[in-house]
């Protein structure tokens, strides 16, 4: 790895230096007290000469060793899976009604007889609600791609910027 001379070193050159230096931990020629000494010394550096005074006596290292692309499991054909958002909305769906179902299964056997089933009113709309939006692919408001109106950026917005 080349570096100029007395320039001044950008954080990518240090986050290579750190990178080989970690090679050399990890082959057994530093110590962790000394690994993290050199890092300290690598970040706290102006110039490039500053920095490579941490490699001045190790040898250079080799290239790091290449990364084997993780094996995926075969993709799933049944249909187009749901949304997380929308996979969370019917978990609670559905364990709202489950527990509303046993509530009125202990008072009917309790009571000795089936009750009004009046948990269909809160399983029934809910249900219908979340399929109607489930199947029209539709959510409550449109997403906002900008700064709105108050200066403030959305949350939608500056989380798909982080992902850059």
Same mark, same amino acid.
């Given at each position: 790895?080349?570096?100029?001379? #007395?320039? +001044?070193?950008?954080? &990518? /050159?240090? /986050? ?17 007290? /000394?690994?993290?000494? +050199?890092? #300290? ?10 920095? +490579? =005074? ?9 290239? &790091? ?15 187009? =899976? ?34 009004? &089933?009046? &948990? ?12 109607? =939006? ?31």
């Amino acid at each position: 790895m080349e570096y100029a001379d #007395g320039v +001044r070193i950008s954080d &990518p /050159e240090r /986050e290579r230096l750190v990178d080989e230096l970690g090679r050399h931990l990890t082959a057994g020629r530093l110590t962790i007290g /000394e690994f993290d000494e +050199r890092v #300290g010394a690598v970040y706290r550096s102006v110039t490039t000469d500053e920095a +490579r =005074r941490v490699l001045s006596d190790l040898p250079a290292a080799p290239p &790091p060793a290449p990364v084997r692309a993780p094996v995926r499991a075969p993709a799933r054909t049944a249909g187009p =899976r749901l949304p997380v958002h929308q996979r969370i909305e019917w978990a609670a769906w559905a364990a709202a009604g489950t527990i509303n179902l046993a509530i009125w299964a202990i008072v009917s056997i309790v009571v000795g007889a089936a009750v009004y &089933p009046w &948990p269909i009113w809160v399983i029934g709309p809910w249900g219908l609600v979340l399929l109607g =939006r489930t199947l029209a692919g539709r959510e409550g408001t449109a997403p906002s791609t900008g700064p709105s109106r108050s200066g403030r950026q959305s949350h939608r917005w500056c989380t798909s910027q982080l992902r850059l």
